[in-house]
C-alpha cells in the first residue's frame, strides 16, 4: 500500500467511525452532504481522494472534532508556477444569480428546485440564514442540485447573525422579507457598518412598497407598511445589480403593476427575472433598463431553474490561459455577457476560436464554447474601464490588470465604481509586475513582466484575490497564497480545477 493509499485508508477509518458514533447510515450521511451513498462507501474504504473542504463537510455533519480538526483554521494556496495548461473546462453556474435566486426562494411557499447551484461560501453562508428562520433546505445529488422548501411563518427573530454578517447579499433579503412580516432586524452585511450610502440605493427601490429602514447598532430595524397598489415608476438613483434585484424582489408580491427605471440588466438580474417568471410574475423588457412587473397576492408553485453560467469565472479561465500562454477550451461562456472583454482582448491580440451558439439550461441564455491561443498582446490604445452592461463587467475589469501585465506597453485602467479595489491590484508588484497607483481609483501597469514566486496573504477583495492567484500560475518557481476564503467565497473548486488543466496547485493549512 502506498503512503498516499495508506492515509485515505486511516481517514476513511476515522469516518466510518465518527459515522456510527453520531447514529448516520451511509445513505443519511450521503444525502446530507449532497453526495451518493456509493461516493460514502469508497471514502470510508480510503479509496476516494479527499478535499480539505469536503472533510471540513463531514466533519461538521457528524460533529467530530477528529474529522474536523484538520480542515480547520485558514487554507493556503501553493503554486508551482510556469505549467503549461491543456484541455477543456466547463464554466460553472452564476455565483451572482445563485446568492439572487436563493433570496427569491423565500417569495415562493412551495417547493422550489435550483439545478447546478454554485458550491461556495457565499451560498453556504446564504443557507444558514435560510434555515436559521425555518426553511428546509437539502442537496439533491452531486450534481449540485438543491431544494428549498419555505414555511408559512418565517422565524426572523432566529435569524443566523454571524452568517448574516459574512455575506453581502444578506440586504436582498429586505425585498421578499418585507412581504412576511411587518417588523423584523436584519443584519448589517460583512461584518460592518455598511452605513447609510451602501443602503441608500436599496432604500431609494423600496420606499414606494411601504419598507422603512433605520440603522441601530449591528442591525437594520425594517418596518413595512401595507400602502395602495398605484404607485409611480421607481426611479433608481444607481444602476446596481442587488439594487434593482431587491426590487424585483418587492414588486413580485405587490399586485399591480410596478415600472422600475435605471434598472441594471445584468446577468444575474436576467436570470432573477426568469426565475420569477416562472413562479408566475409578469415581466416586460428583460435585458433592458426599464421593467414592467406585474405582481401577484401569493406565490405558491413548485418550480425547477436552472440558473446560467458565470460570465467572471468564463474570464477568470480565459485569463488563466493567457497569462500561462495555453491552448484550453473554455466550454459554456456566456457570451452575451463577455462581448465587450474578448472585443478588447481581441484589439489586443488575443487569439481564440469561437463555437456556434447554443442555449443555457434556463432556455434563455445564449452560450458558446472558446478556446484560447498562445497569444502576443500589446496595450490597448484606450484606457479600460467598466460600465453597467452592456459595457465591461465591473467584476471582470481586474483580470485586465494581469493580462496588461502580459502585454508589451503600458496600460491605464480605471475602476471608478469602488472606492480602493485598484489599490489590491499593486500586489502583483510583488511577482515583478509593474504596477503603478495613480489614486484610488486608477493604475498605470508597464508590461511585459518576468513573472517570480513570492509570498502574499491574500487581499480582502475576492476578484483581486483570483487575479494574484493567476499571476502566480505564470510565475518562475514556488508562491504561496495565504488565508484563500475570499476565492473560496466566489468560486468553487477553483484551485482543483485548474490542476485538471495542468496547473500545480497544492491546498495546505498551518499544524
Known amino acids: ?44 474504504k ?20 477528529l474529522v474536523g480538526m484538520g480542515a480547520s483554521g485558514p487554507s493556503h494556496l501553493r503554486v508551482e508556477g510556469q505549467a503549461t495548461l491543456s484541455g477543456s473546462i466547463e464554466v460553472k ?35 444558514e440564514v435560510l434555515t436559521s428562520i425555518g426553511v428546509k433546505a437539502r442537496w439533491l445529488n452531486e450534481e449540485n442540485d438543491l431544494e428549498l422548501q419555505v414555511p408559512e411563518q418565517l422565524d426572523i427573530a432566529s435569524i443566523n447573525a454571524e452568517a448574516a454578517r459574512r455575506t453581502r447579499s444578506i440586504i436582498m433579503f429586505l425585498g421578499p422579507l418585507m412581504h412576511r412580516a411587518q417588523q423584523f432586524q436584519l443584519p448589517y452585511a460583512g461584518g460592518c457598518d455598511l452605513g447609510t450610502r451602501t443602503v441608500e440605493p436599496h432604500m431609494t427601490a423600496l420606499r414606494p412598497f411601504g419598507l422603512d429602514v433605520v440603522a441601530a447598532e449591528g ?14 415608476p421607481i426611479v433608481l438613483t444607481e444602476r446596481g445589480d442587488t439594487v434593482t434585484e431587491n426590487a424585483l424582489l418587492a414588486a413580485a408580491l405587490s399586485e399591480g403593476e410596478t415600472v422600475i427605471r435605471n434598472a441594471s440588466p445584468n446577468y444575474m438580474v436576467q436570470d432573477l427575472c426568469f426565475f420569477l417568471e416562472k413562479l408566475g410574475v409578469e415581466i416586460d423588457g428583460i435585458g433592458t433598463t ?49 462581448e465587450i472583454e474578448l472585443a478588447i482582448l481581441e484589439e489586443m491580440g488575443f487569439r481564440y476560436d469561437r463555437s456556434e451558439e447554443y442555449v443555457a439550461r434556463n432556455g434563455q441564455t ?55 479595489r485598484a489599490i489590491y491590484l499593486t500586489e502583483l508588484n510583488k511577482l515583478g509586475a509593474k504596477v503603478k497607483l495613480m489614486d484610488p481609483h486608477r493604475v498605470l501597469i508597464d508590461g511585459p513582466t518576468h513573472w517570480s514566486g513570492a509570498e502574499i496573504v491574500c487581499p480582502p477583495a475576492l476578484r483581486p484575490a483570483v487575479v494574484i492567484l493567476l499571476a502566480m500560475l505564470a510565475s518562475k518557481g514556488t508562491s504561496v497564497l495565504r488565508s484563500v476564503y475570499v476565492i473560496n467565497r466566489g468560486y468553487e473548486d477553483l484551485a482543483a480545477r485548474l490542476n485538471k488543466l495542468g496547473a500545480r496547485i497544492e491546498t495546505f493549512k498551518d499544524i
Open 46 to 65: 480510503g479509496q476516494q481522494n479527499l478535499t480539505l473542504d469536503m472533510l471540513s463537510r463531514i466533519g461538521t455533519t457528524l460533529d467530530s472534532e
Open 219 to 232: 442591525h437594520y430595524q425594517v418596518t413595512a407598511t401595507a400602502i395602495a397598489e398605484s404607485r409611480r
Open 366 to 420: 445564449r452560450l458558446v464554447d472558446i478556446t484560447t491561443h498562445p497569444s502576443d498582446l500589446k496595450a490597448p490604445i484606450d484606457k479600460i474601464h467598466p460600465m453597467p452592461f452592456p459595457g465591461l463587467n465591473i467584476d471582470n475589469l481586474p483580470f485586465f490588470a494581469v493580462i496588461a501585465a502580459t502585454a508589451e506597453g503600458q496600460t491605464l485602467l480605471h475602476d471608478w465604481v469602488y472606492e480602493n
Open 93 to 127: 453556474s452564476s455565483k451572482n444569480a445563485g446568492v439572487a435566486l436563493l433570496c427569491a426562494s423565500l417569495l415562493n411557499t412551495g417547493t422550489t428546485v435550483l439545478r447546478k447551484v454554485a458550491r461556495i461560501e457565499e451560498v453556504n453562508r446564504l443557507l
Open 290 to 338: 426599464t421593467l414592467r412587473v406585474r405582481g401577484r397576492s401569493e406565490i405558491r408553485t413548485d418550480v425547477e431553474y436552472a440558473p446560467s453560467e458565470d460570465p467572471i469565472e468564463a474570464m477568470s479561465l480565459i485569463t488563466a490561459a493567457i497569462v500561462t500562454r495555453s491552448s484550453i477550451t473554455v466550454q459554456r461562456v456566456p457570451i452575451e455577457f463577455m
Open 1 to 44: 500500500m502506498t503512503e498516499n493509499e495508506n492515509y485515505l485508508a486511516r481517514i476513511g477509518s476515522l469516518i466510518r467511525d465518527a459515522r456510527h458514533h453520531s447514529g448516520y447510515t451511509q445513505a443519511q450521511l450521503a444525502a446530507d452532504l449532497g453526495t451518493s451513498q456509493s461516493a460514502i462507501n469508497r471514502i470510508e
